[in-house]
C-alpha cells in the first residue's frame, strides 16, 4: 500500500554530505567514520542556509549619535 511518496528525510535534487566535526576537509558521500580521528562523520549542513544562532549579532547601541550633549 504504498503511496509513491518519498520518505521525509529524502530531499529532491540534494545530496547528503557527511563531515568530520574536527576536519571539515574529510568529507564523504555516506555516513561512516573520519580516517584521521575515528570519529563519526555528521551531515553537513546546506551551504546555502546558515544554522540558526550563528548570525553575527548586530552591534549593541553606544549612543553618541550626536544632537544629544
Known amino acids: 500500500m504504498g503511496h509513491g511518496q518519498p520518505a521525509p528525510s529524502q530531499e529532491k535534487g540534494t545530496a547528503t554530505t557527511y563531515t568530520c566535526p574536527h576536519h571539515p576537509e574529510v568529507q564523504s558521500a555516506t555516513p561512516g567514520v ?22 553575527t549579532p548586530e552591534p549593541a ?4 549619535h550626536g544632537g544629544h550633549p
Not at 570519529?39 to 553537513?44: E, K, S
Not at 547601541?61 to 553618541?64: I, V
Open 34 to 55: 573520519c580516517p584521521k580521528c575515528k570519529m563519526d562523520l555528521v551531515p553537513a549542513a546546506p551551504a546555502s542556509a546558515p544554522k540558526p544562532g550563528t548570525q
Open 61 to 64: 547601541h553606544k549612543g553618541g
